[in-house]
């Protein structure tokens, strides 16, 4: 079982910085990648990044290569999203989510854990 509470969310300008914590609970966070998803409203759950359970390797949607980074530190359990060049956009809720899958899976079905979202708002 891994428990996961995302913050860091907030309102933020265009061009803006903002940068997401997802933090686990349970034994196992080490052995399960990690992805971020985002739902704007009105439009589908959609992925945006993903990182392997050790880090070394990381995934990004089209959308997001070259402004976002995601990492993660497993000895916090914890799995960041840095999101820089902001644009409204990507308002949307944010959610963290576990896979037992490699190879940066990107459906939603492929993720076993979810955390409860957190919102984040581009003011153009």
């Known amino acids: 079982q891994v428990q996961l509470v995302e913050s860091g969310g907030g309102l933020v300008q265009a061009g803006g910085s903002l940068r997401l914590s997802c933090a686990a609970s349970?034994?196992?966070?080490?052995?399960?990648?990690m992805g971020w998803f985002r739902q704007a409203p009105g439009k589908e759950r959609e992925f945006v990044a993903a990182?392997?359970?050790?880090?070394?390797?990381?995934y990004y949607a089209d959308s997001v290569k070259g402004r976002f980074t995601i990492s993660r530190d497993n000895a916090k359990k914890t799995v960041y999203l840095q999101m820089n060049s902001l644009n409204p956009e990507d308002t949307a809720v944010y959610y963290c989510?576990?896979?037992?899958?490699?190879?940066?899976?990107?459906?939603?079905?492929?993720?076993?854990?979810w955390g409860q979202g957190t919102q984040v708002t581009v003011s153009s």
């Open positions: 349970g034994r196992t966070f080490s052995s399960y990648a």
């Open positions: 989510a576990a896979t037992p899958y490699s190879g940066g899976p990107r459906r939603e079905y492929e993720y076993d854990y």
């Open positions: 990182i392997s359970w050790s880090g070394g390797s990381t």
